[in-house]
Nanobody
Framework: QLQASGGGLVQAGDSLRLSCTAP????????MSWFRQAPGKEREFVAA????????YYSDFGKGRFTISRDSAKITLYLQMNNLKPGDTAVYYC???????????????????WGQGTLVTVSS
């Protein structure tokens, strides 16, 4: 199980950094990602990173504003979000591809381990 944290209430234009860890568990993954789900909407892809070549993938709305990374100890996954907008309000989930990864980084079906989500609220 993954644990996401770092959400909160911010104003438009502010920044937040989300974190994702796997407390008490030791496993490797092929890729990790962030998805989000706004009220009344489908869950959508935000960003992903595939570990083999450290390839990163971003949604159109995340390009230039969001950065996915991990710490040097390879324990914590981050999502740095800058210039936040009210439309970024959502529950943000981290996910990991532990069993296999076919390269479709933006598809939810690639990820078999999910966290509980952290709420990000951006006020105008």
């Amino acid at each position: 199980q993954l644990q996401a944290s770092g959400g909160g209430l911010v104003q438009a234009g502010d920044s937040l950094r989300l974190s994702c860890t796997a407390p008490g568990q030791k496993y490797s993954s092929y890729a990790m990602s962030w998805f989000r789900q706004a009220p009344g909407k489908e869950r959508e892809f935000v960003a992903a990173i595939a570990w083999a070549r450290e390839d990163t993938y971003y949604s159109d709305f995340g390009k230039g504003r969001f950065t996915i990374s991990r710490d040097s100890a390879k324990i914590t996954l981050y999502l740095q979000m800058n210039n936040l907008k009210p439309g970024d309000t959502a529950v943000y989930y981290c996910a990991a591809a532990v069993s296999r990864f076919t390269g479709r980084a933006k598809e939810q079906s690639e990820y078999d381990t999910w966290g509980q989500g952290t709420l990000v609220t951006v006020s105008s």
